[in-house]
T-cell receptor, first 111, second 110 residues
Framework: SQTIHQWPATLVQPVGSPLSLECTVE??????LYWYRQAAGRGLQLLFY??????ISSEVPQNLSASRPQDRQFILSSKKLLLSDSGFYLC??????????FGSGTRLTVV | QKEVEQNSGPLSVPEGAIASLNCTYS??????FFWYRQYSGKSPELIMS????GDKEDGRFTAQLNKASQYVSLLIRDSQPSDSATYLC??????????FGKGTHLIIQP
């Protein structure tokens, strides 16, 4: 069966520090991968998606970036965090437009 | 701009009654529609998907889709306290991700 792993679960980082969040998927090949952010009181916002290794599409211009170095690995990064980057970060995967499955999420607090 | 609109609630329903949740979407090109349940502090969990007009039933859940009206609904029969959560409606169809509503907070009163 397919599983998605996301870590860490919680993170407190100072403003201006770097960020690296990792997501891996097991049990499937060539999934579409997504990074969403859910800020307090707001809906899920699509940040990046990837349909294959090295293929990244950005939905929202910001100081975040994403990379897909392997078929089932998706990484979200930032060189310098802002207070506004706080939120609940969710990785998700899908195959052929079927329902998206989310990881357990990372709650990021920038202080 | 693709949008999905939901009433934020809270929607309060007595235990055992039918809970009715609704959403509308703006992109007529959307082909796939989903309902997710999200407990506080947890990630969303897929509970229903629907792709064609009409009703789709799965246990106590029924999803309804009306593409002409750009309207999606979710009915929860025999509501239980464990159904208390935020329900997210989502629409999409391609590899470029889903558009989510902000969610409806549902409270089932024992």
């Amino acid at each position: 069966s397919q599983t998605i792993h996301q870590w860490p679960a919680t993170l407190v980082q100072p403003v201006g520090s770097p960020l690296s969040l990792e997501c891996t998927v097991e049990g499937t090949s060539n999934p579409n991968l997504y990074w969403y952010r859910q800020a307090a009181g707001r809906g899920l916002q699509l940040l990046f998606y990837s349909v294959g290794i090295g293929q990244i599409s950005s939905e929202v211009p910001q100081n975040l970036s994403a990379s897909r170095p392997q078929d089932r690995q998706f990484i979200l990064s930032s060189k310098k965090l802002l207070l506004s980057d706080s939120g609940f970060y969710l990785c998700a995967w899908s195959v052929q437009g079927a329902g998206y499955t989310f990881g357990s999420g990372t709650r990021l607090t920038v202080v | 701009q693709k949008e999905v609109e939901q009433n934020s609630g809270p929607l309060s329903v007595p235990e055992g009654a039918i809970a009715s949740l609704n959403c509308t979407y703006s992109d007529r090109g959307s082909q796939s529609f989903f309902w997710y349940r999200q407990y506080s502090g947890k990630s969303p969990e897929l509970i229903m998907s629907i792709y064609s007009n009409g009703d789709k039933e799965d246990g106590r859940f029924t999803a309804q889709l009306n593409k002409a009206s750009q309207y999606v609904s979710l009915l929860i029969r025999d509501s239980q306290p464990s159904d208390s959560a935020t329900y997210l409606c989502a629409a999409g169809g391609g590899a470029d991700g889903l558009t989510f509503g902000k969610g409806t907070h549902l409270i089932i009163q024992p």
